[in-house]
């Protein structure tokens, strides 16, 4: 395995967490700090779902600091389509501007989740709900910073992590050490392919910042988002240096086949897939989420 570019550790971004309490979610301002230029990585929309009320308050917490601080919003940056939270990137974008992007296998989680929640031919299977889509190895510009992508499946066909500078957001392919890995039974996941994605990862250089987009204090602890690559190879539970590919993916499965679907993974999937929007209104300008039954 090697890396599809070469890192430069020596360009540290300013990294500012914001932490979703009710989804376990930490989104990120990315700043350069040669400039004021910044992106924003997995955002979150509010969703009360008994209710079937939408906000945005975790959203303009992240607004609100990008223009206290007078940042300029480049990218708006989906490492997936996540399962357990809903993206806030267009509201983002229609306030700050800057480009959504995500990994170009979006277009097999619209086509397989297309079918799923049974939507019609006016459902666009091909990626255009984003500014870009990003292969393996694209690269692009934070200000002065080059952004690098790694295609990094198996927790979703779509999972990319963005390495810029001394810091990589690895979104589900991670967790911190004492939480080890992400499931890979969603719809085209792979426990196998995790396992060689979360290899690919570490092996950039030892003292990369990895920032994950998920923390669920295990045993108690605080909240945490920030480690090193280092660190993941020495004490990941999962997939710590030792632990070979056969033993991962025994653990995974075994793992995996007695968790429950994530709350909110309805209208995740439904709203994630069209990058961040509400499905269409019907003609009295009411808007729907669906609930597939069985099927999931």
Same mark, same amino acid.
Request: with cysteine.
């Given at each position: 395995? $090697?890396?599809?570019?070469? =890192?430069?550790? /020596? *360009?540290?971004? %300013?990294?500012? &967490? !914001?932490?979703?309490?009710?989804?376990?979610?930490?989104?990120?301002?990315?700043?350069?700090?040669?400039?004021?230029?910044?992106?924003?990585?997995?955002?979150?929309?509010?969703?009360?779902?008994?209710?079937?009320?939408?906000?945005?308050?975790?959203?303009?917490?992240?607004?609100?600091?990008?223009?206290?601080?007078?940042?300029?919003?480049?990218?708006?940056?989906?490492?997936?389509?996540?399962?357990?939270?809903?993206?806030?990137?267009?509201?983002?974008?229609?306030?700050?501007?800057?480009?959504?992007?995500?990994?170009?296998?979006? $277009?097999?989680?619209?086509? =397989?989740?297309? /079918? *799923?929640?049974? %939507?019609?031919? &006016? !459902?666009?299977?091909?990626?255009?709900?984003?500014?870009?889509?990003?292969?393996?190895?694209?690269?692009?510009?934070?200000?002065?910073?080059?952004?690098?992508?790694?295609?990094?499946?198996?927790?979703?066909?779509?999972?990319?992590?963005?390495?810029?500078?001394?810091?990589?957001?690895?979104?589900?392919?991670?967790?911190?050490?004492?939480?080890?890995?992400?499931?890979?039974?969603?719809?085209?996941?792979?426990?196998?392919?995790?396992?060689?994605?979360?290899?690919?990862?570490?092996?950039?250089?030892?003292?990369?910042?990895?920032?994950?987009?998920?923390?669920?204090?295990?045993?108690?602890?605080?909240?945490?988002?920030?480690?090193?690559?280092?660190?993941?190879?020495?004490?990941?539970?999962?997939?710590?240096?030792?632990?070979?590919?056969?033993?991962?993916?025994?653990?995974?499965?075994?793992?995996?086949?007695?968790?429950?679907?994530?709350?909110?993974?309805?209208?995740?999937?439904?709203?994630?897939?069209?990058?961040?929007?509400?499905?269409?209104?019907?003609?009295?300008?009411?808007?729907?989420?669906?609930?597939?039954?069985?099927?999931?």
């Amino acid at each position: 395995m $090697t890396l599809p570019f070469s =890192t430069d550790t /020596k *360009v540290q971004p %300013e990294v500012k &967490a !914001f932490f979703d309490e009710a989804t376990n979610t930490i989104s990120y301002v990315v700043k350069d700090p040669k400039s004021n230029a910044c992106a924003v990585v997995d955002s979150v929309m509010d969703i009360d779902y008994a209710a079937g009320r939408i906000t945005f308050d975790s959203a303009d917490a992240i607004i609100q600091y990008i223009r206290d601080n007078d940042l300029k919003v480049e990218w708006i940056i989906e490492t997936h389509v996540h399962a357990d939270h809903l993206s806030a990137a267009p509201y983002i974008q229609e306030k700050l501007g800057g480009k959504m992007g995500i990994g170009e296998n979006i $277009t097999i989680v619209q086509d =397989t989740f297309g /079918k *799923v929640f049974n %939507e019609g031919t &006016a !459902f666009q299977r091909d990626g255009s709900q984003f500014d870009r889509l990003f292969t393996d190895g694209d690269s692009y510009q934070i200000g002065s910073m080059t952004a690098h992508v790694m295609h990094t499946p198996g927790h979703t066909p779509a999972c990319m992590t963005h390495v810029i500078g001394d810091a990589a957001f690895v979104g589900d392919t991670l967790f911190m050490p004492d939480g080890g890995s992400a499931r890979a039974d969603f719809p085209g996941g792979d426990a196998r392919t995790l396992y060689r994605s979360i290899k690919r990862v570490l092996e950039l250089p030892e003292e990369t910042r990895l920032f994950m987009c998920h923390d669920y204090g295990p045993n108690g602890r605080d909240i945490q988002w920030e480690t090193t690559v280092k660190d993941e190879r020495e004490h990941n539970i999962h997939a710590r240096d030792g632990v070979g590919e056969d033993e991962f993916v025994r653990m995974r499965e075994e793992r995996d086949a007695t968790l429950a679907m994530p709350k909110l993974i309805i209208p995740s999937l439904q709203v994630n897939m069209r990058g961040g929007r509400m499905p269409e209104p019907d003609p009295a300008g009411k808007t729907f989420l669906k609930v597939p039954v069985n099927t999931l």
